[in-house]
């Protein structure tokens, strides 16, 4: 089973950047599509970027032109760029592959948390 472990969150002033990492503990990010998703307190998780197998990309509504997928083959490792972050981004963030794939086990998730 391959196992996900997220970092890079923290607290952040709204108009901040954090940049979130993904390291898997084998090679998948070849064969399966893979997405960060996020929770917020009190509400459902949700998918917010992916990243195919070619390397395209795809974002919710609410990050399309502040959020940036990206992978690193070599270093079993997914990137989440995000830059001018609001309070509404405030949320437990995971990795995993596309649901549509087959779900791995959850990590633990890193915490952002948007606040002035």
């Known amino acids: 089973q391959v196992q996900l472990v997220e970092s890079g969150g923290g607290l952040v002033q709204p108009g901040g950047s954090l940049r979130l990492s993904c390291a898997a503990s084998r090679s998948i990010f070849t064969i399966a599509p893979m997405g960060w998703y996020r929770q917020a307190p009190g509400k459902q998780r949700e998918l917010v970027a992916t990243i195919a197998i070619g390397g395209s990309t795809n974002y919710a509504d609410s990050v399309v032109g502040r959020f940036t997928i990206s992978r690193d083959n070599a270093k079993n490792t997914l990137y989440l760029q995000m830059n001018s972050l609001k309070p509404e981004d405030t949320a437990v963030y995971y990795c995993?592959?596309?649901?549509?794939?087959?779900?791995?086990?959850w990590g633990q998730g890193t915490q952002v948390t948007v606040s002035s």
């Open positions: 995993n592959k596309r649901e549509e794939w087959g779900l791995l086990a």
